[in-house]
């Protein structure tokens, strides 16, 4: 089968670094590359990122790696004459920041111009009226119990986040939620003198699509919606912390991040029909010859954390690390700083 579609869908939130890029692979073949752009700003001022690639070849080198693609020219326009250059980061090909933010009811488009003479523009969207608040924060634990090959019951836990709103009586908006995730992990070895403490960001909602069209709420109120479910490990040995970050979006933006998640869940046969391109709100000069995917999103947001004790819940979760003599510990044990994403710099926001 001559399977054409190769679809990488880039999802960014917005933090103090970049962080949360998520390449979701359908494995589909291409013969060409494409430019996959990605990118937000929101009505909250901050540091946004717009991120430019090239994608990959199927079949050239290595298909699950893309290029960056560098000095574009990426500039945010309101069709009330303003203008925010976005310049590319020095230690960062490809990634592209401002420190700006939208006003509601201001129109506004991406255009980005390729040094190869590519241009590129995101259809103008509106920047929606401010968000209503998150209520509540609140996690759950869920047993998942499955056979392994040899046939013993093997019992897996999950950290469920839940969140409940109180919803507007006359327009129900369009959500989209991320989730950042921090966790402290503190090192520990046999005869250890000096054990240090890390802070740990990782992309915990990787894959993770969490949408809702609250109009399909039948009451006032979205009670314990489920935003993710965590595989419980030693990340929660110490306090955990969920960064939720929640987005009022567009219907057009809705559905597509709907469609992206239908097709990353699809589950049927060789004999259903293939998947068709996801189109987002992209252009390019069709002349060019240029393809382009991904989304830029023009967004309301409200921000929120829960930290987590999972021992407020009747259970634990074991330390990789090991103090008996001989133990086989990872490296992380001996040295935190190994791990991606991890710092000394206890954040000012991190609870005892």
Not at 94 to 115: C, H, K, M, Q, R
Request: glycine residues 6%.
């Amino acid at each position: 089968m001559n399977r054409r579609i190769y679809i990488i869908v880039l999802s960014f939130i917005v933090f103090a670094v970049p962080s949360c890029i998520d390449e979701i692979d359908l494995n589909i073949d291409t013969e060409r590359q494409f430019i996959i752009v990605n990118g937000l700003v929101s009505d909250v001022p901050d540091t946004y990122h717009v991120k430019l690639d090239y994608s990959p070849i199927i079949g050239v080198g290595n298909d699950n790696i893309l290029t960056p693609v560098p000095s574009a020219q990426v500039v945010l326009k309101g069709d009330n004459g303003s203008s925010v250059q976005f310049f590319e980061k020095e230690d960062d090909d490809g990634l592209y920041e401002a420190f700006t933010a939208t006003i509601p009811g201001v129109s506004y488009e991406l255009e980005i111009n390729t040094p190869d003479g590519l241009q590129i523009k995101s259809s103008p969207t509106l920047a929606p009226e401010p968000l209503l608040e998150i209520d509540t924060l609140k996690f759950d634990i869920s047993i998942i119990e499955n056979f392994n090959a040899a046939g013993n019951l093997i019992t897996t836990e999950f950290v469920d986040l839940l969140i409940s709103l109180k919803l507007p009586p006359d327009k129900r908006p369009y959500i989209r939620w991320r989730i950042k995730g921090e966790y402290k992990f503190v090192e520990a070895y046999r005869m250890a003198l000096n054990p240090k403490i890390c802070y740990v960001k990782e992309n915990i909602d990787f894959n993770n699509i969490a949408i809702l069209n609250t109009e399909d709420v039948g009451t006032d109120e979205l009670s314990n919606f489920q935003l993710l479910s965590a595989l419980m490990n030693d990340r929660f040995n110490q306090r955990y912390c969920f960064h939720v970050f929640q987005y009022g979006i567009s219907e057009e933006e809705y559905l597509y991040w709907k469609r992206v998640k239908e097709l990353i869940n699809i589950d049927g046969t060789l004999f259903d029909p293939p998947p068709g391109s996801i189109v987002g709100n992209l252009i390019t000069d069709e002349n060019s010859g240029g393809r382009v995917q991904g989304y830029f999103s023009v967004v309301s947001q409200k921000s929120k954390r829960l930290f987590v004790d999972v021992t407020d819940k009747g259970t634990f979760a074991e330390s990789v690390c090991s103090l008996r003599f001989n133990a086989n510990n990872p490296q992380k044990c001996f040295d935190c700083l190994t791990i991606n994403g991890s710092s000394y710099t206890k954040p000012t926001y991190w609870i005892p």
